[in-house]
Each structure stands twice: as structure tokens, then as C-alpha cells.
């Protein structure tokens, strides 16, 4: 399974952005599509994650803000992220899990990931 993340870029606070995430492969074989975020000197962070049947979990401090949703079809999973603050700058990660795992929020439970994708919200 392949993925590729993009939409990133720069915003000031308060604004929005879409990533979105194109999955390739043998996209049959995996149910949860999370993304993560890294920002300098910190951990990597789950912000979302959606199974194929749409069950969805949200970080905390992302709930009200941001949005995942997944079109199966076009196996292509989004993040909507609105109000946006200087606290979401980070790289942005998608990562899918084995269908052998529901909607896991364990990191190494996530074998494929995709390349990071920049996101910088400016005050």
C-alpha cells in the first residue's frame, strides 16, 4: 500500500486548509486511515483517524476545528482543518493500518505511511 499526502501550506490563523491523502496499492488490505502531525522538538501526535466504515476519532484539542472523511471509491481520505492556529504547525502524516486492527490510535499498529506533508498557520 502506497501513500501520498498533500494540501499542505501556509495559512494564518484562523484560516483553513484541506489535506488530503490518495491511497494506491492493495488498499483492500487496510481499514484505519490516520493522520498524523509532528511539529519541531515534539512527539508525533495522532490528529484523526477513519476506518472504512467510517467510524472516525478525533484529537481533543482538534475537535470543533478539524474533519475526516474518507470516499472509499476514490480510496482518498481528507482532513479538513478550519480555524486554524499557530499550534497546528507541524508536518502531517497519513498512515493506514492492516484491516486486522480497528480504529487503533497505536502508532505501530500503522505499517504504511505516506510522506509528510507541511502545514504552518501564522499568527
Known amino acids: 500500500v502506497q501513500l501520498q499526502a498533500c494540501g499542505g501550506g501556509m495559512v494564518q490563523a484562523g484560516g483553513s486548509l484541506r489535506l488530503s491523502c490518495v491511497l494506491s496499492?492493495?488498499?483492500?488490505?487496510?481499514?484505519?486511515v490516520g493522520w498524523y502531525r509532528q511539529a519541531p522538538g515534539k512527539q508525533r501526535e495522532l490528529v484523526a483517524a477513519?476506518?472504512?466504515?467510517?467510524?472516525?476519532d478525533l484529537l481533543d484539542s482538534v475537535k470543533g476545528r478539524f474533519y475526516i472523511s474518507r470516499d472509499n471509491m476514490k480510496n482518498q481520505v481528507y482532513l479538513q482543518m478550519n480555524s486554524l492556529r499557530p499550534e497546528d504547525t507541524a508536518v502531517y502524516y497519513c498512515?493506514?493500518?492492516?484491516?486486522?486492527?480497528?480504529?487503533?490510535?497505536?502508532?505501530?499498529?500503522?505499517?504504511?505511511w505516506g510522506q509528510g506533508t507541511l502545514v504552518t498557520v501564522s499568527s
Open positions: 477513519i476506518t472504512g466504515a467510517h467510524s472516525r
Open positions: 496499492g492493495t488498499v483492500r488490505s487496510i481499514n484505519a
Open positions: 498512515a493506514a493500518a492492516p484491516r486486522t486492527h480497528g480504529l487503533t490510535k497505536v502508532q505501530s499498529e500503522y505499517t504504511y
